[in-house]
């Protein structure tokens, strides 16, 4: 049976939600919900050397992901993020300074393996440290598919980092939002989908766009055609997490079929089932199981 190694990059965190801690970050999501899946996920992040730090790592290990990569700074804090809601919406007031933007990694052991995928976010470049790291990060990485979910968060994001990011990844991720906001930033106009996926393609060099379109579904951008995926209708507990829920189950497909509308497919119902439940990383039921076929 073929190993798929997945390596996730960024912000591992707690979001803090009605003073209860629940084990996030973007990519953190994402290396959680491709480990419930069958794969071999690795996060590379950093935290604390605090009660907080150890509180993740053993979270992290129980849900099957590999910490060998997480870093524990001594200087910094373990990072939190304060959620809050605005119709049914997350928002989020994330914590500056924190252990996960001084990212460290043995560059050597981990441009050694041979990655199936590696997923990144805009986030964790806040930091003028990561920005660096990034740099040198992924002009040593060997890995099938980079995966760029460019996530934006606050002001945390600025026209370089998403430029620089696109040129890292060959596939990149936007929800309906992010699209008008990136196209703006990138081309000074707004874009719809297809157009937008053409220059990144032509521009960036991005094999596969992919858009989420919340209750609508999702949409992606491949050899010149436009594929789409409906969602099932779902009523919605919280959509913390849904949006890397979606990312993983696309991925986990992704890798394994180069199937386009059955990837979509994919990441539409893992999206979906987290929206359904509460919190980013709810436990499966043996019938979403059963649809991956674990």
């Known amino acids: 049976m073929t190993e798929y190694k997945v390596l996730a990059v960024g912000e591992v965190l707690f979001d803090v939600i009605n003073g209860a801690y629940k084990l996030g970050g973007a990519p953190f999501n994402v290396a959680a919900h491709m480990a419930k899946l069958g794969n071999e996920s690795f996060i590379l992040s950093a935290v604390g050397q ?114 620089k990011s696109l040129h890292f990844a060959n596939i990149g991720k936007f929800n309906e939002h992010e699209i008008k906001v990136a196209s703006k930033l990138i081309y000074d106009e707004v874009l719809f989908p297809e157009d937008f996926a053409r220059r990144l393609n032509a521009d960036f060099l991005i094999d596969l766009v992919v858009y989420t379109w919340g209750k609508a579904g999702s949409k992606a951008w491949y050899r010149g055609n436009m594929l789409e995926a409906t969602s099932d209708e779902v009523k919605t507990k919280d959509t913390v997490g849904a949006g890397d829920a979606f990312s993983a189950g696309f991925l986990h497909t992704w890798v394994r079929t180069k199937d386009v509308e059955e990837s979509l497919k994919k990441g539409n119902q893992l999206g979906g089932y987290v929206a359904s439940h509460a919190g980013a990383i709810p436990p499966y039921t043996e019938e979403l199981t059963s649809n991956f076929n674990l």
């Open 50 to 163: 605090d009660e907080l730090g150890d509180q993740i790592i053993n979270e992290a290990e129980d849900l099957g992901v590999n910490t060998d990569l997480i870093f524990q700074n001594a200087q910094k804090k373990t990072g939190t993020v304060q959620v809050e809601f605005e119709n049914g919406e997350p928002e989020y007031e994330i914590v500056r300074d924190v252990a996960w933007d001084y990212l460290e990694v043995d560059f050597d052991r981990i441009s050694t393996k041979k990655w199936s995928v590696v997923a990144l976010g805009s986030l964790a470049q806040r930091s003028t440290h990561n920005q660096t790291f990034y740099h040198k990060l992924f002009s040593q990485l060997q890995a099938s598919w980079i995966y760029f979910d460019c996530n934006l968060r606050q002001e945390f994001f600025t026209k370089s980092v998403l430029e």
